[in-house]
């Protein structure tokens, strides 16, 4: 089975939760089909070629092909936004450069499946549709981005903001519509963004095929008996909700914390951390990382994981990796949308800042009902989320739309 996987993104080195999916899936498929993934190169840093060799290796040989995209958040895109049909967060991915070299990519090789990422790349999906009508179009969600903007857009207090949120998402609303007739079949992170969209195209193929986790990757060493007393917060900190998160926990939960728990420690993991982020380290007991090599040490030194997030969408990379690497999550409801968790049970849900405080406040290492959130948490993981499950599930909707689509042209 011939797949080209087409990203908005070169997702080597992963550096934030999209760029972990897009990496798990394709790796999924380059062990199971013949890949050839296309991403658009950033425009601030083209992937050094070192790069893109470790990234074909870790794929298995797979075909990696790149092309540059223009820079984001152009004047006359943010207009065109602003006054016109098209989204932003389409407008961003869309040239006429980059169609270019697609069209000749889809000239020069063939498939029987291409799976498309997210609907920023809707443009593209269509002209696609044009010149590969008999090829199976699978378009990957990793949320469902009008509820996103809608969401940041009830939070944000700069009025300018909130107003050019809610047009953009209305207008991706749209954008996300046509994009479920486009495509012969979708996946999805969670069944609840499965049934929102199938309310809007009852007819449209839906799959849930979860955000995973490398189980054995994150595995704790069994020797390993570290002094537990931080707080780890992760993901990529030039993100508006993991901004918003790290502020509102940091200024509106640590100090409550603080009070109650002094040996405690609050240490904020993830690349490209924006100013306000890095001020947080002028707080007592606040550590802003910025970038690292590896996240598992700061998960296995770790109390616990705090996801306090209060806007986004999708499922949480984040939730899983502490779950796989043997600490208790504690998180916001809206953090652990998506999930298959019980709370009580393998996670820690409260929503309030006073909540939250008393969630951590009550918390102890190796306690009976600390290592009853770890093994509980574990087992989850291990049984419905590590990539592996993922995989099978991604495989078998790719065998079913290459069957169809092989009825269909034997029937033509």
Same mark, same amino acid.
């Given at each position: ?6 990203s ?19 790796r999924q498929? !380059? ?7 296309l991403?658009?190169?950033? *425009?601030?840093?083209? &992937?050094?070629?070192n790069?893109?060799?470790?990234f ?24 065109r936004?602003?006054i ?6 389409? @407008?961003? /991915?869309?040239?006429?450069a ?8 889809l000239q020069?090789?063939?498939?029987? !499946?291409?799976?498309?990422? =997210? ?6 999906a ?7 009508? %008999? ?18 857009a ?14 953009? !998402?209305?207008? =991706? ?5 046509? /994009? ?12 609840? *963004?499965?049934?929102?969209?199938l ?7 839906? *799959? ?9 990757y ?8 570290? @002094? ?6 992760m ?12 502020? /509102? /926990?940091?200024k ?6 603080? &009070?109650?728990?002094?040996?405690l420690?609050l ?6 951390? &924006?100013k ?9 007991g606040?550590t802003?990382? %910025? ?11 770790a109390? !616990? ?8 969408? %999708? ?31 393998d ?18 290492? *190796? ?7 770890? &093994?509980n948490?574990r ?30 042209s034997?029937?033509?």
């Amino acid at each position: 089975m011939r797949v080209l996987y087409f990203s908005p993104r070169v997702c080597w080195p992963i550096i934030s939760g999209a760029h972990l999916r897009d990496f798990h899936l394709a790796r999924q498929l !380059a062990g199971r089909t013949t890949l050839t993934y296309l991403g658009l190169d950033n *425009e601030k840093s083209r &992937t050094p070629e070192n790069i893109r060799l470790e990234f074909q290796k870790l794929l298995w040989g797979a075909e990696i092909l790149t092309i540059p995209r223009d820079p984001s958040y152009r004047p006359v895109n943010l207009v065109r936004g602003l006054i016109g049909p098209i989204p932003l967060n389409v @407008l961003n /991915f869309t040239s006429a450069a980059v169609m270019a070299e697609l069209e000749r990519i889809l000239q020069d090789r063939s498939f029987d !499946a291409i799976q498309i990422e =997210s609907v920023h790349l809707i443009a593209y999906a269509r002209r696609i549709r044009q010149l590969c009508p %008999g090829v199976r179009l699978i378009c990957d969600w990793h949320n469902v981005e009008s509820e996103i903007l809608a969401r940041y857009a009830e939070q944000d207090s700069n009025p300018l903001r909130r107003f050019y949120a809610r047009r953009t !998402a209305g207008l =991706s609303q749209v954008m996300e519509n046509q /994009f479920l007739h486009l495509g012969d079949a979708h996946t999805v992170c969670s069944e609840r *963004e499965r049934e929102m969209l199938l309310e809007r195209v009852p007819q449209a193929r839906i *799959e849930v095929v979860g955000n995973g986790v490398d189980v054995e990757y994150f595995a704790a060493s069994p020797t390993q008996n570290a @002094l537990r007393r931080d707080l780890v917060y992760m993901g990529r900190m030039d993100y508006h909700a993991n901004i918003d998160a790290a502020l /509102f /926990f940091a200024k509106k939960i640590w100090p409550l914390i603080r &009070t109650r728990r002094p040996e405690l420690r609050l240490v904020v993991v993830g690349a490209q951390p &924006t100013k306000e982020v890095l001020a947080l380290r002028d707080l007592a007991g606040v550590t802003v990382t %910025g970038t690292v090599d590896d996240v598992r040490p700061f998960y296995h030194s770790a109390l !616990a994981a705090v996801v306090p997030l209060r806007v986004g969408g %999708g499922t949480r990379l984040k939730v899983l990796e502490a779950m796989a690497a043997g600490i208790p999550v504690i998180s916001t409801t809206l953090g652990a949308e998506g999930l298959t968790v019980t709370a009580g049970k393998d996670i820690l849900i409260a929503d309030s800042a006073e909540a939250i405080a008393d969630s951590v406040a009550s918390l102890h290492a *190796e306690t009976p009902a600390w290592q009853s959130l770890v &093994t509980n948490a574990r087992a989850l993981v291990q049984r419905h989320y590590d990539w592996s499950v993922i995989g099978d599930v991604l495989l078998r909707l790719y065998e079913e739309q290459v069957e169809i689509g092989a009825r269909c042209s034997g029937a033509n």
